[in-house]
């Protein structure tokens, strides 16, 4: 069974920083392609950023293109994304999200229809 716990959420002001963590079991991050979405109150989930299932590469939204890294750690089996600059529009719940391993290696996946597996969500708010 393949789980995913996302931490690290909470309150931060305007210009601060997070990091959140994506511990999963079940399955290996470096067998699949990993990504991180928001969704905010009202709001349709989106795409963060993501990492290619190969590790080569990473990609981004633009509204946090310069700010966010999404990074993982195969020894510790978990994916992370840190959180710069951070704005008052960047407060949302933030889902770690995995794809299954058949995925090709170097291909970006935006799409939420794109990963099979979802974490339960840890609130970030941001205030002004």
């Known amino acids: 069974q393949v789980q995913l716990v996302e931490s690290g959420g909470g309150l931060v002001q305007a210009g601060g920083s997070l990091r959140l963590s994506c511990a999963v079991s079940?399955?290996?991050?470096?067998?699949?392609?990993m990504g991180w979405f928001r969704q905010a109150p009202g709001e349709e989930r989106e795409f963060v950023v993501g990492?290619?299932?190969?590790?080569?590469?990473?990609y981004d939204a633009d509204s946090v293109k310069g700010r966010f890294t999404i990074s993982r750690d195969s020894a510790k089996n978990t994916v992370y994304l840190q959180m710069n600059s951070l704005k008052p529009e960047d407060t949302a719940v933030y889902y770690c999200a995995a794809t299954s391993v058949l995925v090709r290696s170097s291909t970006y996946y935006r799409g939420a229809d794109d990963y099979d597996y979802w974490g339960q969500g840890t609130q970030v708010t941001v205030s002004s």
């Open positions: 079940g399955l290996s991050v470096s067998r699949a392609a």
């Open positions: 990492i290619t299932k190969n590790g080569a590469n990473t």
